[in-house]
């Protein structure tokens, strides 16, 4: 009887180192996404940081605030219209919008523009996010 035990453990070792194996392949398969925090000003007529780069697979979390009146951070083609509010008299900054989740799943440069009616060069207040390979 004692020489099975032996060959017992051997067989429990393997399939441990086996489960073990299967485990760390399972996680190098479908590796967590990468998460970027990004908090943005916006203001008459900008948003800081105007272009953010992030690699494909990344979601990138996105809070916004204002430094005077009313803004949004809009995208239509990817379904995004993020009101940022006014900043209130007194107050440094307005309050916080969002946070919103962009999965960043294609490669390209993505525009977003503002459309309040937050005065005349509001065309040039754009952000851009970058997702590259
Ligand atoms: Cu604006």
Redesign the pocket.
Known sequence: MSGIRPSRRAVIALFGVALLAWGCRENLMEPLPAVREVNLT?W??GYEPARITVRKGTILRLRARSLD????LTNRALGIDLVIPARKEGEEKGPEAGPIEIPATVPGTYAFT???S??PA?SR?IFKLVVTN
């Open positions: 916006a008459q007529w009146v009313e803004h949004t503002c459309h309040a937050c005065g509001r207040q």
